[in-house]
């Protein structure tokens, strides 16, 4: 069986993502939503960027953001990956010239195998739980047996995931990656270094 890979999100900080790549984190995201507890400026992005070392992927999460805004601040952030966690469609995804993940909340109703399908350009799909008027970050976990076998994309799981659940979460799912945020905190944007450590432990288990 391949490796699960981590994603630890909403990185504040060049202390944070050296914790978070200690742990043993693969990719790390940056937060550039202004309604989020976690948004960086492109200055902060920077900073926090210079402190990580090779090989660990950043990516850079937008909500229903202008294109013009994502191009600038590609233009002056070095960014491996686009998070999409708004209502983006394909064509606007695909714009960027990057590999992107395009999250869909697990809302009731939502074909997620069909959903998924539209998006056949990403590197991956990343479910998360639903919340009325909440993007993402929602600290919820949602009920796994709704994702559908067989996704034409590879899988990244979110929403609500902790040390005490991610490696059920992993036997159940059997993700390509999972994503945390809030899990991984001691406050809303500030990382745990023994929680990240105790995240990636229990994910290698």
């Known amino acids: ?23 043993g984190a693969d990719a790390l995201g940056l937060v550039f939503y202004g309604s989020s507890p976690r948004c960086v400026s492109p200055e902060q992005a920077r900073e ?5 070392p090779p090989f660990v992927s950043m990516v850079a999460l937008f909500v229903n953001e202008e294109a013009t805004t994502i191009h600038r601040i590609l233009e002056c952030v ?36 069909g959903t998924a399908n539209g998006y056949g350009s990403a590197r991956g799909v990343l479910l998360d739980s639903w919340q009325p008027g909440v993007p993402g970050g929602t600290g919820q976990t949602f009920d796994w047996s709704g994702i559908p076998a ?10 609500g995931l902790d040390e005490h659940n991610v490696a059920t ?22 990382k745990d270094a023994g929680k990240m450590n105790r995240f990636v432990a229990a ?3």
């Not at 926090?48 to 990580?52: G, K, P, S, T, W």
């Not at 067989?150 to 929403?159: I, T, Y």
């Open 150 to 159: 067989g996704l034409s994309r590879p899988l990244v799981l979110a929403g």
């Open 48 to 52: 926090i960027v210079a402190a990580v």
């Open 78 to 113: 070095p960014i491996d990956c686009i998070q999409f966690h708004g209502d983006e469609t394909p064509a606007f995804c695909s714009q960027f010239q990057r590999p992107y993940l395009k999250a869909l909340r697990m809302r009731p109703g939502l074909d997620v195998g």
């Open 169 to 190: 979460a992993i036997a159940t799912v059997k993700p390509a990656a999972v994503d945390v945020s809030g899990g991984v905190e001691s406050a809303p944007g500030i």
């Open 1 to 23: 069986m391949s490796r699960t890979l981590v994603k630890i999100c909403g990185i504040t900080s060049s202390a944070d993502a050296q914790a978070a790549c200690e742990a």
């Open 203 to 205: 994910v290698r288990s």
